[in-house]
């Protein structure tokens, strides 16, 4: 199961709501099968961050090469998320 709910926008966009009472455990590392931008829809204290990197605001447009591994950090509230696959 996944950790977010998800709404179709186009053909590849998408809203992403991750719940504030999404236990942390399951926001795990990860890598996608295709590239990705990242945008915050709405300004929150969640962040991002790659492997081998410290972590970064989600508050500003991220790109995400394929198979580069990374995660979300829990902040406070809800995290909304506009995602386009490239």
């Known amino acids: 199961m996944l950790p977010f709910n998800e709404q179709k926008l186009a053909e590849k966009t998408f809203i992403r709501i991750f719940s504030q ?5 399951e926001l795990k590392w990860h890598w996608d099968e295709e590239d990705r931008i990242i945008e915050a ?3 929150t204290d969640w962040q991002f961050q790659f492997d081998n990197c410290l972590p970064m605001s989600i508050n500003t447009k991220i790109n995400i090469p394929k198979g580069l591994i990374h995660r979300i950090i829990k902040g406070s509230g809800d995290l909304k998320l506009k995602v386009t696959k490239l």
């Open 21 to 25: 009472d999404i236990p942390e455990q």
């Open 41 to 43: 829809v709405e300004e």
